[in-house]
């Protein structure tokens, strides 16, 4: 069964400084990625997806993210944080051609000024 | 477009008693998702529908809860009898339909059982 490890929990960060969240998938058949965003007390959000084509995703409010299939790996960054940013941070995967959601335990990150 | 609508947003209820959870997807969406969040378990597939017809129910925690979706428009989560262990905050999520899509997530019902 497929599977996603956020391997950090909560990643505190001063506001304006780079940031990654850290995200790999177990399978290394063919699959479809994705990065959500939920705010306090709010549904989840997406950021960006990646479906095929060029292994950098680039998402809303800055955010990028990178395919990496040697390493199954999908890290999401920023350049510059701002205090906004602060959230819940959600890897999933889907294998392809099912539409079955695996979600990672989530990050939170922390941005303070 | 309003988005995926939940409703109750919040329901405290006793152990014992009957809990159902109203959700509308978005309006084309072929498909639904009933979600479950807890601190221990994280984000859990429940069910999920497509056109109407239960797909996948394997994330169903057992007999007490149970989901139906009458039209397009609508769709229930129903758990009879409720535990102080269903605390949770559960979401409905829609999608057009195919592999790869994005889910769509509703805000969430808070649901406390005591």
């Known amino acids: 069964a497929q599977s996603v490890t956020q391997l950090d929990s909560q990643v505190p960060v001063f506001e304006e400084a780079p940031v990654e969240l850290r995200c790999n998938y177990s399978s290394s058949v063919s699959v479809y990625l994705f990065w959500y965003v939920q705010y306090p007390n709010q549904g989840l959000q997406l950021l960006l997806k990646?479906?095929?084509?060029?292994?950098l995703v680039k998402g809303i409010n800055g955010f990028e993210a990178e395919f990496n299939k040697s390493q199954t790996s999908f890290h999401l960054r920023k350049p510059s944080v701002h205090i906004s940013d602060t959230a819940e941070y959600f890897c999933a995967v889907i294998d392809t051609g099912f539409q079955k959601l695996v979600f990672g335990t989530g990050t939170r990150l922390l941005v303070s000024p | 477009d309003a988005g995926v609508i939940q409703s109750p947003r919040h329901e405290v209820t006793e152990m014992g008693q009957e809990v159902t959870l109203r959700c509308k997807p978005i309006s084309g969406h072929n498909s639904l998702f009933w979600y479950r969040q807890t601190m221990m378990r994280g984000l859990e597939l429940l069910i999920y529908?497509?056109?109407?017809?239960?797909?996948?129910d394997s994330g169903m925690p057992e007999d007490r809860f149970s989901a139906k979706m009458p039209n397009a428009s609508f769709s229930t989560l129903k758990i009879q009898p409720s535990e102080p262990r269903d605390s949770a905050v559960y979401f409905c999520a829609s999608s057009p339909g195919t592999s790869g899509e994005t889910q769509y997530f509703g805000p969430g019902t808070r649901l406390l059982v005591l």
């Open positions: 990646y479906l095929s084509g060029s292994t």
């Open positions: 529908f497509n056109n109407n017809v239960p797909i996948d």
